[in-house]
């Protein structure tokens, strides 16, 4: 059985950690497979820039919306939706020019 070592003496000579060890460590979150139904915030994040197309709910967090608001935005059309197998999802880009567009500077008095 491997030898246990402190997390001091690990931190010296990274060749003592056992492989039972880096079993029961706990996964990093990115590794982590979220649960049925799961918000968006606790599911795996990914690099900036590699995802385009977000669902309803994914867009509500990215925008600081509910969902429903959301939905109402698509339903008004001031956000187009790309359908595809029956699900609809919306374009980074598409949210990113929302909110340019709806950008306000309040004037001074």
Do not use: C
């Not at 039972?20 to 990093?28: D, F």
């Not at 590794?31 to 599911?43: F, I, T």
């Amino acid at each position: 059985m491997a030898e246990v070592v402190s997390h001091t003496e690990r931190d010296r000579d990274p060749a003592t950690v056992s492989f039972v060890e880096i079993q029961q460590e706990a996964p990093p979150q990115a590794m982590v497979k979220p649960k049925r139904g799961a918000s968006v915030k606790h599911r795996a994040t990914r690099p900036e820039g590699y995802k385009r197309l977000y669902s309803i709910t994914e867009a509500g967090h990215y925008l600081g919306r509910s969902s429903w608001s959301v939905r109402r935005l698509v339903w008004a059309g001031a956000l187009p939706q790309v359908r595809a197998g029956g699900r609809v999802h919306l374009d980074i880009r598409d949210l990113d020019e929302f909110i340019e567009q709806n950008k306000v500077r309040e004037e001074s008095g």
